[in-house]
Structures are given as C-alpha cells and as structure tokens.
C-alpha cells in the first residue's frame, strides 16, 4: 500500500485498510510462523509538512516457546504511530516500517 499524498487534505484524516500475505513480507523464521495474514486498519493525516499514520496491524502467529519449547499460538495485535517527512514527495510507502515494527515485536 503507498500513501498518495496529492489525494491527502490537511487535516482531514483517511481511513486505510491493508491485508498482507505474511510471505511476501518475509516475516516468517524457524520459530515464528504466521497462521493467517496481517490485517492493517488505520488513518493517515496530513497536516502540512507531516503525514501521521497511526493504526493497528493484526494477525494470529504460532511460536516457539522458549521454556518449554512447545508451540504456542498467540494473537498479534500492535498499535502504531509514524511520522513522515512528505516535502518534496508525491507518495510514501509505509511497508518497510509495517515489516520492522512485526518483526521487532510480533
């Protein structure tokens, strides 16, 4: 999903809704496998200079549990806020940072 900022009014936030397949992301390891995708919903809003993405991404993940190390399923269910610098750009692409904060705390 790219943010088209020409399509953005200043202090009007949009609601986006993104699915991802977590495969395509590479966000799966040996002891992190995705059991459905990752649901993104959330708001962009552009106030001048900055565009602010803020929203959840959602999922379901089995992992290893590192006591036992039996596989435990878990919901995913992270909170975001992300500041972008748009001067200057006619789009943003907020992928990159969606995979980071997944990978980082899943």
């Not at 977590?22 to 459905?36: M, S």
Request: glycine share 4%.
């Amino acid at each position: 999903m790219k943010i088209q900022v020409r399509l953005l009014r200043d202090g009007f936030p949009k609601a986006v809704h993104q699915e991802y397949n977590p495969k395509d992301l590479e966000l799966e390891f040996v002891d992190l496998i995705y059991l459905e995708g990752v649901v993104m919903d959330g708001t962009v809003e552009k106030s001048r200079d900055p565009l602010t993405f803020v929203g959840h991404l959602r999922s379901r993940v089995e992992h290893t549990c590192a006591r036992c190390l039996k596989p435990v399923e878990e919901k995913v269910d992270h909170p975001f806020e992300v500041v972008y610098d748009i001067r200057g750009k006619e789009e943003v692409d907020p992928l990159e940072d969606i995979r980071e904060m997944l990978i980082l705390d899943p």
